[in-house]
Structures are given as structure tokens and as C-alpha cells.
């Protein structure tokens, strides 16, 4: 695992991720994947990092384990 570098999502680009994972899907398919990444300007690559840690902050502050093996892949 490669720790997160300083030029992360900038705020703009956070929003839409977090519009998406909160309004759109917490666990997006690769096509919605995809559109997500053109749409915040990043690689489908960083986006889908973004979407696993957000939904494994999201389960620990819902009380869930943060891994878990998800029936939707």
C-alpha cells in the first residue's frame, strides 16, 4: 500500500467524489467509476482508492469493521 501524497483531491475535486458517494453509490461499478474520475478531472485509479478509503471511514463511523468482504463487486 503507498501512503497518500500531498497532492490529493483538491476540494473541488472532494466534493464531487463525496456527492457521489453520498447521493450516487458507495460502491460504484467500473462505468460509474469512470464517469466519476472524467468528471472530478482524476484517473480512475485514484478515484476508486478514494471511493475504498471513504468507505472504510464511512463503516468505522457507522460502527462496522472497516474491511469487509462486499457481496456487490
Partial sequence: ???QTASGPTEDQVEILEYNFNK???HPDPTTLCLIA???GLTEEETQKWFK???AEWRRSEG???EC???TD
Wanted: net charge positive; charged share 20%.
Fill in 1 to 3: 500500500m503507498s501512503a
Fill in 24 to 26: 450516487v453509490n458507495k
Fill in 38 to 40: 472524467a468528471e472530478a
Fill in 53 to 55: 478509503q471513504r468507505l
Fill in 64 to 66: 462496522l469493521p472497516s
Fill in 69 to 71: 468482504r462486499s457481496v
